[in-house]
Nanobody, 124 residues
Framework: QVQLVESGGGLVQPGGSLSLSCAAS????????MGWYRQAPGKQRELVAVITNGGSTNIVDSVKGRFTISRDNAKNAVYLQMNSLKPEDTAVYYCNADVSRLLPLLGRRNYVYWGQGTEVTVSS
């Protein structure tokens, strides 16, 4: 199996910064894209940012210029640096990974895994 463990959430004042980390472990052949999603109370989960194993990124307009996504392929980790935080950034943030695994008889298969979520609250 594969596990994603996130860390770094918390309470921050508007205008402040937080850094989220997510590390994948387990039966991993390779990781394709990794990303961050968020879900605010009463809203659907939405994409925040995604990064490919080659380093290409896609960041949603609402956080562009404030959030930066990066990854360390050697550590199977992805990071989200969040600056100039706003109250509307308050949400549970989830790590996501598209993982290739080598399975007996089946060969190489891709699966999507999620972390447990880490809460980010932006409030004065």
């Amino acid at each position: 199996q594969v596990q994603l463990v996130e860390s770094g959430g918390g309470l921050v004042q508007p205008g402040g910064s937080l850094s989220l980390s997510c590390a994948a472990s387990g039966s991993i052949f390779s990781i394709n894209s990794m990303g961050w999603y968020r879900q605010a109370p009463g809203k659907q989960r939405e994409l925040v940012a995604v990064i490919t194993n080659g380093g290409s990124t896609n960041i949603v307009d609402s956080v562009k210029g404030r959030f930066t996504i990066s990854r360390d392929n050697a550590k199977n980790a992805v990071y989200l640096q969040m600056n100039s935080l706003k109250p509307e950034d308050t949400a549970v943030y989830y790590c996501n990974a598209d993982v290739s695994r080598l399975l007996p008889l089946l060969g190489r298969r891709n699966y999507v895994y999620w972390g447990q979520g880490t809460e980010v609250t932006v409030s004065s």
